[in-house]
């Protein structure tokens, strides 16, 4: 991959396709422009745009057909799972759906993991979990606002799933974790969330260690329901009635 300035370069115009394609302004089947276009266009060398191609390929975004062009995938082709394709759905046409659908995702994932956790997680993980409650709690100590609690509660859900003692549930939950960045959060007075919300976080790893799956499940509620989570379901469209014989 390109270093330096290739790379931010690389980083820019990759930002900038993706948008486009989730957007819609290069269609499902559209060509993708080619390396000398896009070396045009954006006033990049060779190396930055061919591996801007293969990005987007990673991403699920296009398809190579070696010796023609990149075509777009269609969206249920997309990695939605990878932080550059959800940051720009998160910041599209579809935003409020994809930020309820994002909750109901996140907010299901780490239930499956606080239950597991009580059942199976080590000492070694749920004492990473304090030692996360308690950097939080030293980054809000003096903060006014509560702007980007997201990104600082990583390290907490790090250590929940890695508490779950399930290889490949981590590796999934994992691969989640940047919806707590990318999600926009309720969370705005750092005095709330020193008062209400740690607390509780400081209150679930302890439930975690008793083992009591149950209360476990019942805190993580509570303490979703306090950041604004959780409280969203799918808008889901009525099935059409199935035919009946006569």
């Avoid at 390396?35 to 990049?44: G, I, S």
């Avoid at 609690?149 to 994992?174: D, H, I, K, S």
Wanted: one cysteine or more; proline letters at 5%.
């Amino acid at each position: 991959m390109a270093t330096g300035r290739g790379s931010r370069l690389h980083r820019d115009v990759l930002d900038r396709l993706i948008a486009s394609i989730v957007a819609g302004s290069i269609e499902p089947g559209e060509m993708l422009p080619r390396e000398v276009d896009l070396m045009e266009v954006h006033d990049v060398s060779r190396g930055v745009a061919r591996e801007t191609v293969r990005a987007l390929e990673e991403r699920g975004l296009v398809s190579v057909k070696h010796g023609i062009g990149a075509f777009v995938n269609t969206p249920d082709k997309w990695d939605t799972a990878h932080s550059d394709v959800l940051r720009a759905l998160i910041n599209g046409n579809e935003h409020a759906a994809v930020v309820r659908e994002s909750d109901v995702c996140w907010s299901r994932l780490v239930e499956e993991a606080t239950e597991l956790a009580a059942r199976r997680g080590s000492f070694r993980w749920i004492s990473r979990m304090r030692e996360a409650v308690a950097s939080m709690e030293g980054v809000y100590a003096s903060r006014s606002q509560a702007a980007g609690f997201g990104e600082v509660a990583v390290p907490f859900y790090e250590a929940l799933f890695m508490a779950t003692e399930n290889r490949p549930f981590r590796g999934v939950a994992m691969r989640a974790l940047p919806l707590l960045s990318l999600m926009p959060s309720q969370l705005t007075d750092a005095a709330y969330v020193r008062e209400k919300i740690l607390p509780e976080y400081r209150k679930l790893a302890s439930i975690i260690e008793s083992g009591d799956t149950k209360k476990a499940r019942n805190q993580l509620g509570d303490l979703l329901a306090l950041e604004g989570r959780g409280q969203e379901e799918y808008a889901v469209p009525a099935r059409e009635p199935l035919p009946i014989d006569p």
